[in-house]
């Protein structure tokens, strides 16, 4: 790859894109590790569970995009600090239903109520409107690309 395809990459729209969810991933990490004692990626699971109601292990990977070893590492840490509780599922007895816990539903509107002050700044100079409509453009997008996909393979 020559020096001209590689500026070609790293200007573009995705390499950018990326490349903010990263930083703005490191922000939001390093906050709530300060201030709240959790990685975000724990976070997300809080906050997954918070918006879609209770779950099951494997609905949160799904959610997530992640593998179910992933989520049952980061249910541990949950569990263990009392932020979610687990139930069997009443259909499948090989599954449990993770739910927020008190705790966990307080330290979730905490942490949210914190990342949204804390990165006040990030943003800054950014046409927020213009913004999240161009994100949901690209969120659609992309599921359209992973659906068609989807649809071609055998």
């Known amino acids: 790859m020559d020096n001209t395809e590689q500026h070609g990459i790293v200007e573009s729209a995705v ?3 990326h490349r903010a969810t990263l930083l703005v991933d490191r922000v939001a990490d390093r906050y709530l590790q300060e201030h709240h004692g959790m990685r975000y990626s724990a976070f997300l699971v809080l906050l997954t569970i918070g918006t879609v109601g209770q779950l099951t292990q494997r609905q949160i990977a799904d959610n997530l995009d992640v593998s179910r070893a992933s989520i049952t590492q980061r249910l541990r840490r949950l569990l263990d600090d009392d932020l979610v509780t687990a139930r069997p599922h ?33 943003d800054e100079g950014v046409d927020v409107k213009a913004l999240v409509l161009q994100l949901d453009r690209i969120s659609d997008n992309a599921l359209r690309v992973l659906n068609a996909s989807a649809g071609e393979r055998p």
């Not at 007895?93 to 949210?112: D, V």
């Open 90 to 122: 009443p259909e499948d007895a090989r599954a449990n239903t993770i739910s927020l816990s008190r705790k966990g539903a307080e330290l979730l509107e905490r942490a949210w109520r914190g990342l949204e002050t804390h990165q006040d700044g990030v």
């Open 15 to 17: 390499f950018k894109l």
